[in-house]
Nanobody, 123 residues
Framework: QVQLVESGGGLVQSGGSLRLSCVAS????????MGWFRQVPGKEREFVAA????????YYSDSVKGRFTISRDNAKNTVYLQMNSLKLEDTAVYYC????????????????WGQGTAVTVSS
């Protein structure tokens, strides 16, 4: 089991940028694929981006492709989500999640989750 702590959320104007960070407690962070998901009250949690254990493979939802970039620094036990050209519809609580080795886009396949960080995009 790995403890995950997200940070970097906040209030930003439409068109602006934020970088989210997720720090993992595990000393074996390098074996975990990491994902970012988001949720709006009353809606299901949706996939945003994922990265394989070594960073070679990344996945993005169609809604963020070209605007968001997922990356990781295994030396710092940290995964990042760089969010550019933010839109009102990006407003949500963002969660990072971990699973062993292989990145997927399905939230039910991730076994450890952070508490989330809120992102609000204003007009």
């Amino acid at each position: 089991q790995v403890q995950l702590v997200e940070s970097g959320g906040g209030l930003v104007q439409s068109g602006g940028s934020l970088r989210l960070s997720c720090v993992a407690s595990s000393t074996t962070f390098r074996v975990y694929a990491m994902g970012w998901f988001r949720q709006v009250p009353g809606k299901e949690r949706e996939f945003v981006a994922a990265i394989s254990w070594n960073g070679d493979t990344t996945y993005y939802s169609d809604s963020v492709k070209g605007r968001f970039t997922i990356s990781r620094d295994n030396a710092k036990n940290t995964v990042y989500l760089q969010m550019n050209s933010l839109k009102l519809e990006d407003t949500a609580v963002y969660y990072c999640a971990a699973r062993a080795w292989i990145a997927t886009t399905r939230n039910e396949e991730y076994h450890d989750w952070g508490q989330g960080t809120a992102v609000t995009v204003s007009s």
